[in-house]
């Protein structure tokens, strides 16, 4: 079946034009010209991928990309008016793919779209991230490798989903602080902390240097996929 495409975002007129061309590339979609919609299509529908507005009414775009980060590794690429960078390093700490800025080119958008799909890699849309010997259930907010279920607590969990998105790629501490501890006083050594016990846990589950640490840069999940 052809990917799944939900297009959130108010305008109308922006959304048919992105509709025209994803389709025209062999993807199916759907709209939603609020946030609220778009998070119960995201959750019933399951997308391939998530073209995200920031100003749209009733739920903004960042509390709908916060809720998609909570719920698994949907490729969320955000498109948006607001052109500051302190807007798009926000949106890249919650969890967003690609950030592009309004007026855009929609044959760009797709290539960015087809590029997010790519790098999350299989399976990040679905419920379900495999990373080498361990397996997400980002629904049942199980973690299990060959040896049965890991406990985890919920931090370490938002820790190894998180990292999980995008496994080879080099994670700070304040990033990973951001996306997994929102709106905390923790400082970026309770990360460390956090990322032992969940090194621990996975090493006696038999997934060993998981997560791995990366010298005056921060961590990464796994360098091997």
Request: charged share 30%; glycine share 8%.
């Amino acid at each position: 079946m052809n990917p799944l495409a939900l297009i959130a975002e108010d305008d109308k007129d922006i959304a048919d034009i992105l509709r025209a061309y994803l389709e025209r590339e062999g993807f199916r979609t759907v709209q939603a010209g609020e946030g609220r919609t778009a998070l119960d299509l995201h959750l019933a529908l399951k997308p391939d991928v998530l073209l995200l507005d920031i100003t749209m009414p009733l739920v903004d775009g960042w509390e709908v990309l916060s809720e998609v980060r909570r719920r698994g590794g949907t490729p969320v690429l955000v498109l948006t008016a607001l052109d500051q960078d302190i807007d798009k390093l926000q949106a890249l700490r919650i969890g967003a793919d690609d950030y592009v800025v309004k007026p855009f080119n929609p044959v760009e958008v797709v290539a960015r779209v087809k590029a997010v799909r790519r790098r999350a890699g299989p399976g990040a849309s679905g419920g379900v991230l495999r990373i080498g010997p361990v397996e997400i259930d980002t629904i049942a907010h199980l973690v299990r490798t060959d040896r049965g279920e890991v406990a985890l607590t919920l931090t370490e969990f938002r820790l190894l989903t998180h990292m999980a998105r995008t496994p080879t790629r080099v994670f700070s501490r304040s990033e990973l602080l951001d996306a997994c501890l929102p709106g905390s006083d923790a400082l970026d050594r309770t990360v460390d902390s956090h990322v032992s016990k969940l090194r621990r846990k996975l090493e006696q589950a038999g997934a060993p240097e998981m997560p791995e640490g990366v010298r005056g840069v921060g961590y990464r999940l796994w360098s091997r996929s």
